[in-house]
């Protein structure tokens, strides 16, 4: 049985949100930490590597469907 999620993470300065979804969560966010600073991604450039939240999915259409969902939401 395969797992998915969906993350959300933030900088430092908790100022900006990256939403995203993968296969394993451990290693995507060491991604994003050893990315901080580079210019390539958006949560490179906003330095984007503190885990906020996080959902586990067993199907990843349910991740992907997540993701957007919380996408569209209002950040207010």
Same mark, same amino acid.
């Given at each position: 049985?395969s #797992?998915? $999620?969906?993350?959300?993470?933030?900088?430092?300065?908790?100022?900006?949100?990256y %939403?995203?979804?993968? #296969?394993?969560?451990?290693?995507?966010?060491?991604e994003? $930490?050893?990315?901080?600073?580079?210019?390539?991604?958006?949560?490179?450039?906003?330095y984007?590597?503190?885990?906020?939240?996080?959902?586990? $999915?067993?199907?990843? %259409?349910?991740?992907?469907?997540?993701?957007?969902?919380?996408?569209?939401?209002?950040? %207010?």
């Amino acid at each position: 049985m395969s #797992n998915y $999620f969906t993350y959300i993470i933030t900088n430092p300065a908790k100022t900006v949100l990256y %939403i995203g979804m993968t #296969n394993d969560l451990e290693q995507r966010i060491v991604e994003h $930490f050893l990315s901080r600073g580079t210019q390539r991604s958006f949560a490179g450039k906003h330095y984007c590597y503190f885990l906020l939240h996080f959902e586990r $999915f067993l199907n990843p %259409i349910d991740a992907i469907d997540r993701e957007k969902e919380i996408k569209r939401m209002s950040r %207010i």
